[in-house]
């Protein structure tokens, strides 16, 4: 799980300086994630959610994404605000065992959903089903 920003305007040191925290991983425009692709129309900045314990679930996260505090969430708030980025709070959840109850569903807290509000942001849910 991550928060992920992204701008066709702001550069990674702009998005960190606007928001005060460092990302994890960042990528500006124009650069490249390998010498033959294309260069990116978009800066991207991601800051990720550390899974709590191995085989997490995204429920399990929820504490840690709300530790980051409302001052955060306001502060991504002003990069929608403004329309200089779009945020998304983007859930991977890959689903090994097609039986398991364990691997399936996905719940977000009325706490977390009222952050995201707060920070204007976006859910992106990405599914992986590995099977035989």
Do not use: C
């Not at 010498?35 to 929820?62: C, L, M, N």
């Amino acid at each position: 799980m991550y928060i992920r920003v992204v701008s066709d305007t702001l550069t990674p040191v702009d998005i960190t300086n606007l928001l005060g925290v460092e990302p994890d991983e960042a990528h500006a425009i124009g650069s490249r994630k390998r010498p033959e692709y294309p260069p990116r129309s978009h800066t991207s900045w991601i800051r990720e959610v550390e899974a709590p314990v191995p085989g997490a679930r995204p429920e399990d996260f929820e504490p840690l994404l709300l530790s980051w505090g409302d001052d955060f969430a306001t502060a991504l708030a002003g990069l929608t605000g403004r329309e200089a980025a779009t945020v998304s709070l983007v859930i991977v959840q890959e689903i090994r065992d097609i039986d398991s109850s364990a691997e399936k569903g996905i719940f977000l807290g009325a706490g977390l959903l009222a952050w995201l509000a707060r920070a204007g942001a976006a859910i992106d849910i990405d599914q992986y089903i590995h099977h035989g």
